[in-house]
């Protein structure tokens, strides 16, 4: 897929984030028709309180984002309104979208690998990585 393309023309985001040195880098996908955060982190069992924070603030701030810039009033690809994720969460008050963040899910997996997996549509399980491969 190239890069460069609008949001409301792919399903998902990959965000690679670092939050501070402690903070181990991480991978979050923004699966934008679940309203969904998937969270892929090495260390998510080490993970401090912090770095749930900040990926619970990111979750609260990117339906915020997405209405800012008329991500919702693009429905060539999408019917966002019937969406069953987005039923009751959309109207004409963006302020009423804003109250619901996307969920976050903890995927706790190896960021780089799962990366190049997840880009080429290929589906993995965090029981059979393999860690000295990649």
């Known amino acids: 897929m190239p890069s460069g393309l609008p949001w409301h023309q792919v399903d998902e985001v990959y965000v690679p984030i670092n939050y501070n040195e402690k903070f181990p880098w991480v991978l979050a996908v923004f699966a934008l028709k679940d309203r969904r955060i998937r969270v892929y982190d090495s260390l998510s069992s080490l993970r401090n309180i912090e770095s749930i924070n900040e990926i619970n603030k990111l979750a609260a701030m990117l339906p915020t984002y997405l209405s800012d810039n008329r991500f919702f009033k693009e429905i060539s690809r999408t019917d966002w309104v019937n969406l069953e994720e987005y039923k009751d ?23 780089a690998g799962y990366a190049e997996y997840l880009s080429e549509g290929m589906n993995v399980s965090s029981d059979d990585f393999e860690e000295e491969y990649h």
């Open 89 to 111: 969460k959309i109207t004409q008050k963006t302020q009423f979208l804003n109250e619901h963040p996307f969920e976050v899910e903890d995927c706790g997996v190896f960021v």
